[in-house]
Structure formats: C-alpha cells, structure tokens
C-alpha cells in the first residue's frame, strides 16, 4: 500500500511517517462488487479493513430475518476493528458493498500485533472504537426512545447534509436503517405530505419545512 494514500487518509493523518510505513507494508488490497458480502456475521474474524472508495452497509439479522442496519459507511472509514480484539473473534455484523469497493485490509494477526508495538497506533484505534460508541449509542437511543416519525425526521435531516452514499434509498432500505418496517415507512412519509413538511416527486424527497421536521425529530 502506498505511504502516500495513507497519509490523506483521516484516520491515519496524526501517525509519524514510519508508522505509516509500518501499516502500510501490512495492508494487502481487496475489491468487491455492488451486491458482494465483504464479510458475515459470527464468521471467524480474519481481518480489520479500511475504505478506500466505495460504500458499504453494516447490518445484523435476527433469527426471524428482519434486518437492522447499522451504518452506513464510505471513503477513510473502517469495520470490523472490534472484532480482532474479542474472544472467540467472530464478526458481529455482515458487511455488503453497496457501490464498488476498494479495500485496505489488515490480517487479524497483524492489526493486534501493530496496537502492541505501537501506542499511537493503539490511540488511533481507541479513537474510532470511541466514535463507533457514540454512534452506536445514538443509535440504541433513536430505536428506543423516539417514535418511527421521530428517527424518520432524524432520518431525513442527516440525509440533507450530508448524503452518504451517491444512490437512491428504497423504502425498504430506509425502514432496516430505521429499525421498522416498509409499510410504516411509506405511511409515515405520506403523513409528512399531506402535514407539508415533504414533497415526494419521482422517489426524490424534498424538505419543505425544516422547522416542522427538527420539532418532529424530537420526538
């Protein structure tokens, strides 16, 4: 891998040159196809990855089927981090390519043995075991504490300012992220129409009343 990319690299940009040079001589390239599982869940964990272009979705079943994403992740971000750092070491999600995907990747063995030699390397991982907390505890609090109109409005501001992946969501991609299911999905999104906070025109959503979807993603 080249010291060069990993130096514009985020997660990577605090390191000295020759701890990039040290990740970089150990991380080996994949590619995957739109549609493609990277990983599954409770596989045996082989490797830690970072996203060199492309999009995935991290998601878990339950034993009934319903799907719950997790993230939704892109460029100069990582998965399956934790994992390396369990016992037994599974993966605790499947991971699928959304887009095409370039891959940095970082064997098991290779990614416990660098945190240990290394504690700015060791820092860099605790930073994003800390960022994916937070996410994750965000998330457990959108499931738990706000109703289905609630995380839709939630849903829809983050959407506004930042779009994550350069396609289309289907309702029934919205509603596994949302932790419901597609019917509720689209009658939430009519109620938004007919309260004038949305406007629905060819699958495209456009926010009409910020204000109204803020207030409603409070609840």
């Avoid at 701890?19 to 150990?26: G, I, N, P």
């Avoid at 599954?40 to 998601?59: N, T």
Wanted: with cysteine.
């Amino acid at each position: 891998m080249d010291v060069q990319f990993l130096r514009r690299l985020s997660m990577w940009a605090g390191l000295s040159d020759d701890a990039r040079e040290r990740v970089a001589a150990l991380i080996y390239p994949c590619a995957f196809e739109p549609g493609e599982v990277i990983i599954f869940e409770g596989d045996p964990c082989e490797a830690a990855y970072f996203i060199l272009a492309g999009y995935v979705r991290v998601y878990r079943l339950s034993s009934e089927g319903r799907e719950q994403v997790l993230a939704r992740l892109g460029p100069e971000q990582s998965f399956n981090t934790v994992p390396p750092f369990r016992s037994p070491s599974v993966n605790h999600a499947t991971v699928e390519a959304l887009t095409a995907v370039e891959l940095g990747a970082i064997a098991r063995a290779d990614f416990l043995r660098l945190v240990e030699e290394r504690g700015d390397l060791a820092l860099v991982v605790l930073r994003d075991f800390a960022a994916r907390l937070d996410h994750l505890t965000d998330l457990v609090e959108d499931l738990s504490l706000r109703t289905v109109r609630g995380r839709m409005a939630r849903f829809l501001l983050k959407r506004a300012e930042a779009d994550e992946v350069p396609r289309r969501w289907t309702q029934e991609e919205i509603a596994a992220y949302l932790g419901t299911v597609r019917d509720m999905v689209g009658r939430t999104l009519r109620a938004f129409a007919d309260d004038g906070l949305i406007r629905m025109n060819r699958q495209r959503i456009l926010l009409l009343d910020r204000e109204g979807l803020e207030a409603e993603a409070e609840n």
